[in-house]
Every structure is written in structure tokens, then in C-alpha cells.
């Protein structure tokens, strides 16, 4: 049997978390068989957010233990995040067409765009 991911690399928090939004937001709507699939993966690889214990030591946990302790975190939550992401960012840096908001922007309508970017 292969050696789990999370004992080959550390995993991000940050990269741990996405995958058990992108679980979570997939387990409430029409890829519901893509979300199983998905969540055997997590579990298997450990890749989900660990626990960590009152002395400071980390545990593992299933998705359904981790869905229970964060109740807070709604179906939708990765979309929500999404869609406030562009509004904040054009505060920042404003896109280059005005009302365009997509995900996949590229170049000035890029969400990925930075203030020390020159673009052509």
C-alpha cells in the first residue's frame, strides 16, 4: 500500500482547508459522487485539517468529524468566499473593464493581479 501524501510532504493549512471547502461545496450539490470520491481521497491521504489536542499534539480526523466541529461552515462557503474576493480586490487594484467578475479573468481582469504587475 502506498504511504499516505501527508506523510510524504507536510500539508499547507491554507491547501487543507481548500480541499475540504471544495468537498464540502461538491457533498451539497449535483457532484455528489465526485464528493465521495474526493473525501475517500482526503481520508486516505490525510489531507484534511488536523486537530490539535490541549498538550499540542496533532490527530487526524474524517470528514464527518471535521463537518460536525465546524458548523459554521456552510455547503456554500468556497462560493461565498469567491464572490466576495473580486469586490475587495478591485478596491485595491481595479480591474481593467468594471462589472466583468469571473473566476477566470486573465491579464488586468486576472484575480491574481498584483499592484507591481506591468501589464502590456
Keep these: 500500500m502506498a504511504e499516505p501524501l501527508s506523510a510524504q510532504r507536510p500539508v499547507p493549512l491554507a491547501e487543507s482547508?481548500?480541499?475540504?471547502?471544495i468537498a464540502r461545496y461538491l457533498s451539497a450539490g449535483s457532484c455528489r459522487r465526485a464528493a465521495q470520491v474526493l473525501?475517500?481521497?482526503?481520508e486516505q491521504c490525510?489531507?484534511?485539517?488536523?486537530?490539535l489536542d490541549w498538550e499540542g499534539n496533532e490527530h487526524?480526523?474524517?470528514y464527518q468529524e471535521l463537518v460536525l466541529s465546524s458548523k459554521h461552515v456552510a455547503p456554500d462557503h468556497l462560493?461565498?468566499?469567491?464572490?466576495?474576493?473580486?469586490?475587495?480586490?478591485?478596491?485595491e487594484i481595479p480591474a481593467g473593464i468594471s462589472r466583468v467578475a469571473s473566476l477566470f479573468g486573465a491579464g488586468r481582469q486576472s484575480l491574481l493581479l498584483t499592484a507591481k504587475v506591468n501589464l502590456i
Design 79 to 91: 462560493l461565498q468566499v469567491c464572490q466576495r474576493i473580486g469586490p475587495i480586490l478591485d478596491k
Design 39 to 42: 473525501v475517500q481521497d482526503l
Design 17 to 21: 482547508e481548500l480541499y475540504f471547502l
Design 46 to 51: 490525510q489531507l484534511l485539517p488536523k486537530r
Design 60 to 62: 487526524s480526523r474524517s
